[in-house]
Nanobody
Framework: QVQLVEYGGGLVQAGGSRRLSCTTS????????MGWFRQAPGKGRDFIGV????????YYEDSIKGRFTISKDNTGHTVYLQMNSLKPEDTAVYYC?????????????????WGQGTQVTVSP
């Protein structure tokens, strides 16, 4: 089993920045990639981006390229989502997810483990 916990949500003004963290524990040696998703009220869970477990490869959804960046720390147990130039439409619950399959995927169904989510609210 793998446990994921997100941190860093909160209220931020439009144009501001926020960094979310996702700490991992358990059988992390089984993991291939870590993804970030978000779910706005009344909407589905949307892909943001993914990073390979070795931290060397990233892949982002087109609409957030240039504003959001995913990275991993040197210990390899924490994944970050740096969000810049935030807009009110970025308001959502943000989730990190872990995949064991050897693919960098945008499909939520390919991820095996999920965190509990953290709320980010962007005020106008």
């Amino acid at each position: 089993q793998v446990q994921l916990v997100e941190y860093g949500g909160g209220l931020v003004q439009a144009g501001g920045s926020r960094r979310l963290s996702c700490t991992t524990s358990g059988r992390t040696f089984d993991l291939y990639a870590m993804g970030w998703f978000r779910q706005a009220p009344g909407k589905g869970r949307d892909f943001i981006g993914v990073i390979s477990w070795d931290g060397l490869t990233t892949y982002y959804e087109d609409s957030i390229k240039g504003r959001f960046t995913i990275s991993k720390d040197n210990t390899g147990h924490t994944v970050y989502l740096q969000m810049n130039s935030l807009k009110p439409e970025d308001t959502a619950v943000y989730y990190c997810a872990a995949a064991t399959a050897a693919t960098m995927t945008a499909s939520r169904y390919e991820y095996d483990y999920w965190g509990q989510g953290t709320q980010v609210t962007v005020s106008p």
